[in-house]
Nanobody, 117 residues
């Protein structure tokens, strides 16, 4: 059974960097044709795809967030990490990590991140 679990601080101050880690079990982040993404949902809004890292380590970003986003991985821990820089209150959202294999088929439970001073 594939499981994903997000972890990180629930409160971040404006202008700081939001950092979240997704720990994967039941699959390897280096398995061919797997992509591992970050998606968020601001309050009252729809899902927004932020970016992904592929099985080879290649990264892909939403054009609207590319300048502030970095996704990396630690293959020894089977984890991948999101960093979102220079956050504002508009970055307040539930953040999800998910596996893509043709579609986003496995998701973490999501973690609430609030940007506030």
């Amino acid at each position: 059974q594939v499981q994903l679990q997000e972890s990180g601080p629930g409160l971040v101050k404006p202008s700081q960097t939001l950092s979240l880690t997704c720990t994967v079990s039941g699959d390897s982040i280096t398995t061919n044709d797997r992509y591992w993404g970050w998606i968020r949902q601001p309050p009252g809004k729809g899902l927004e795809w932020m970016g992904a890292i592929g099985y080879s380590g290649s990264t892909y970003y939403s054009p609207s967030l590319k300048s502030r986003t970095s996704i990396s991985r630690d293959t020894s821990k089977n984890q991948f990490t999101l960093q979102l820089m220079s956050v504002t209150p508009e970055d307040t959202a539930v953040y999800y990590c998910a596996r893509e294999w043709s579609s986003y088929d496995y998701w973490g439970q999501g973690t609430q991140v609030t940007v506030s001073s």
